[in-house]
């Protein structure tokens, strides 16, 4: 059962566009909503992450919007560049137990 | 300050071979987690430890899987007769595992190719 949904698998943009990625939950219990970015051949760095009692969090050019009554919270690229183009993935955990999305294939269009 | 250090970045395997990949979490972290990538999927939670104690291992396979955390020394994640099935990224992250949801941080992967 996936713990996390994300959407959607992919995503295209051309530059100075604002890719909106979002994410789902069931869980209530849990406390911490990171995302991550990852570049082919690496491994995924923390992006920016948010916790329930805030219903936004901002990062530069990087947005999470929060709605716990939804369940659910998205990533928001402003301005969005090649360079930003990337697998996204969000994730959600209780305590030290972290459960990812599938990742979301962003490419950012010159 | 060092982040979480894994090697060898790249490993091949021939079938029935064993693998072992390590993992030296972050300064000040004692939680560590395995996770494998196939390609164009996301991450595959497999195993979750503290030194020297396994946590979950909910999503480790039950055969030719295993997965250590020693009191001194990297973790490491054992894959025994490997299949071609197993050529995948995998990923170990650390966390200082606090009392409330902490930061995990990944490791650069190693990627296993079984020939």
């Known amino acids: 059962q996936q713990q996390v949904k994300q959407s959607p698998q992919s995503l295209i943009v051309q530059k100075g566009g604002i890719p909106i990625i979002n994410c789902a939950y069931e869980?209530?219990?849990?406390?911490?909503f990171p995302w991550y970015q990852q570049f082919p051949g690496k491994g995924p760095a923390l992006l920016i992450a948010i916790r329930p009692d805030v219903s936004e969090k901002k990062e530069g050019r990087f947005t999470i919007s929060f709605n716990k009554s939804a369940k659910q919270f998205s990533l928001h690229i402003m301005d969005s560049q090649p360079g930003d183009s990337a697998t996204y993935f969000c994730?959600?955990?209780?305590?030290?137990?972290?459960?990812f999305g599938t990742g979301t294939s962003l490419t950012v269009i010159p | 300050n060092a982040g979480v250090m894994q090697n060898p970045r790249h490993l091949v395997r021939r079938r029935g071979q064993e693998a072992r990949l390590r993992c030296s979490p972050m300064k000040g972290h004692s939680h560590v987690y395995w996770y494998r990538q196939l390609p164009e999927e996301g991450l595959k939670f497999m195993v979750y430890l503290q030194k020297e104690n396994i946590i979950d291992e909910s999503g480790m396979p039950k055969e030719r899987f295993s997965a250590e955390f020693p009191k001194e020394g990297p973790s490491i994640l054992r894959i025994q007769q490997v299949v071609r099935g197993d050529s995948a990224a995998y990923f170990c992250?650390?966390?200082?595992?606090?009392?409330?949801?902490?930061?995990?941080?990944f490791g650069p992967g190693t990627r296993l190719t079984v020939t």
């Open positions: 992250a650390s966390s200082q595992g606090s009392g409330r949801s902490g930061e995990q941080y």
């Open positions: 869980n209530t219990a849990f406390d911490y």
């Open positions: 994730a959600a955990s209780i305590g030290n137990q972290f459960y």
